[in-house]
């Protein structure tokens, strides 16, 4: 379990495909001087991984058939930055929302728009995980935890303060750049117990009911 407040941005040493998985080094200088237990879990962009052989200066993680198929880490080129941080530790304080590390989808920026050192985004928003996103509740993009700030059928927005941009890899993404996107948890429970048996949070009577129109 996370947090979304990114604690390094680290870079890509290498990523290396093996059979339908592969391996990806990071290189990372925690704040705090720590170096990770082999074994505890390091959100890179918001995907859950399994630290391996880590060191001072950087860690190794494999990546499943599963994780590749879900995720956009095998397209992260070397030297590419990537935000991460460390499991939680029980008594930690949450300053942002609970993250799982599981990513839900990719989402494209539309637009960005600049409002002084604040920047507003207009993102892509899947239907199937469109019941899973709500006006002022969660999300986490690229592992980072932003509040939404407006929402349509097919796209929401996240206000980023300078903060933000400045200490994690969002600040240098442009239009047309692809995230992972985790919704909130508790969303999914409650969408999940008001569908119907056997019904999907992509039928149409689940979109209508969200956004308040009639169905069939």
Known sequence: MFTGLIEAVGSVRRLARSGRGARIEIEVAWPDG???????????????LTALSP??????????????????????????AVNLER????????????????????????AIHPEGGFQRWRLSLPVEHAREVA??????????????????RDWFEVALIPETLGS?????????????????????????????????????????EMFGGGGA
């Open 34 to 48: 720590a170096v990770p237990e082999h074994g505890d879990s390091i959100a890179v962009n918001g995907a859950c």
């Open 55 to 80: 060191t001072a200066g950087a860690f190794a993680a494999d990546l499943s058939p599963e994780t590749l198929d879900r995720t956009l880490l095998d397209e992260i080129p070397p030297g590419a």
């Open 87 to 110: 499991a939680l530790r029980l008594g930690d304080r949450i300053g942002g929302h609970l993250v799982q590390g599981h990513v839900d989808a990719h989402v494209t920026i539309v």
């Open 135 to 152: 006006v002022k509740g969660s999300v986490s993009l690229h592992g980072v935890s932003l509040t939404v700030s407006a929402l349509g």
């Open 168 to 208: 994690t890899t969002l600040g240098k993404l442009a239009a047309g750049a692809r995230l992972h996107l985790e919704t909130d948890v508790l969303a999914k429970y409650v969408a999940r117990r008001l569908q119907g048996p056997g019904e999907s949070s992509s039928t149409p009577s689940a979109i209508n």
